[in-house]
């Protein structure tokens, strides 16, 4: 987990690792706040509850920031299992998710699986033309080039607002526990569970050099490759949630597919 100078939403997204029903997965923190965020009462609470609960987290006070991707990157570094799951510091997990991840991955085995983020003050926000791009993958997931001028792109639009709720409730009615169903995307911020020696063949984040520390969309060039090469699903419903609070990714100026998908190396 990347995090800078947001303890509230950090506890929160702690307190839903700490009721998941697996265990024995470790988290590492990127933490780039002015003051560590460990300091925190209620982190450091959390973090004692995700110790005692077999969810050990290791915080990394990572200053000074050189950027999103070079946040990502210092984390894939300290990973070391199979998996990896990238959250982000304001989302909150229901108790299956990970399971959930666990199990697609296991049956899919593609590069990455992954949850949309709900934004459940847009519940009532019904936006059918946002939905049309939506496309199971009802054979298996496949490798698959997206790129800004291909059809595929359009797809982004899915994760608007509450559009992963609305595209349940559209596709799946009342799930049963445990259920979910994969379909195509562009990319998924936020909730993303990669292979980590697929994620690392494909460059993982490693392109953090190349593009100017006050940068957006490094998840975007990282999945993108990784689908190019062994595909990626989001999940249908979706089990994360977006606690709604304003970005810390203010300059948005330079995108990183325009250096990654541009430059003469990615080529």
């Excluded at 085995?109 to 791009?133: I, K, M, N, Q, T």
């Excluded at 607002?161 to 169903?181: D, I, M, T, V, Y």
Aim: proline share 7%; charged share 25%.
């Amino acid at each position: 987990m990347p995090t800078k100078d947001r303890p509230g939403a950090l506890a929160v997204t702690s307190a839903g690792l700490a009721a998941q029903t697996v265990s024995g997965f470790r988290i590492v923190i990127s933490d780039q706040s002015h003051e560590p965020v460990a300091d925190d009462p209620l982190v450091a609470a959390q973090l004692r509850i995700l110790d005692h609960r077999d969810r050990p987290a290791a915080v990394h006070h990572h200053v000074p920031s050189r950027g999103m991707a070079e946040q990502r990157a210092f984390l894939l570094d300290r990973a070391e299992r199979r998996l990896v799951l990238y959250l982000d510091d304001d989302v909150w997990l229901e108790p299956e998710a990970i399971e959930v991840l666990l199990s697609a991955m296991s049956d899919l085995r593609c590069g990455f699986v992954g949850f949309a983020l709900h934004g459940l003050s847009y519940r009532d926000d019904v936006r059918p033309a946002e939905l049309a791009p939506y496309e199971e993958w009802t054979d298996g997931v496949r490798p698959e080039r997206v790129r800004r001028e291909s059809p595929a792109w359009r797809r982004h639009t899915l994760h608007n607002a509450a559009n992963p709720l609305h595209l349940a409730r559209k596709h799946l009615g009342s799930p049963r526990p445990g259920e979910w169903r994969p379909y195509k995307v562009a990319w998924i911020g936020g909730c993303v569970l990669y292979d980590r020696e697929r994620l690392l063949e494909c460059g993982g984040f490693g392109f953090w050099r190349s593009v100017p520390p006050r940068h957006a969309g490094e998840d975007v060039a990282a999945q993108l490759r990784v689908m190019e090469r062994y595909g990626g699903a989001g999940l249908l419903p979706s089990r994360a949630y977006h606690l709604e609070l304003p970005t810390t990714v203010t300059d948005r100026r330079a995108e990183c597919y325009d250096y990654v998908f541009d430059a003469a190396w990615a080529r």
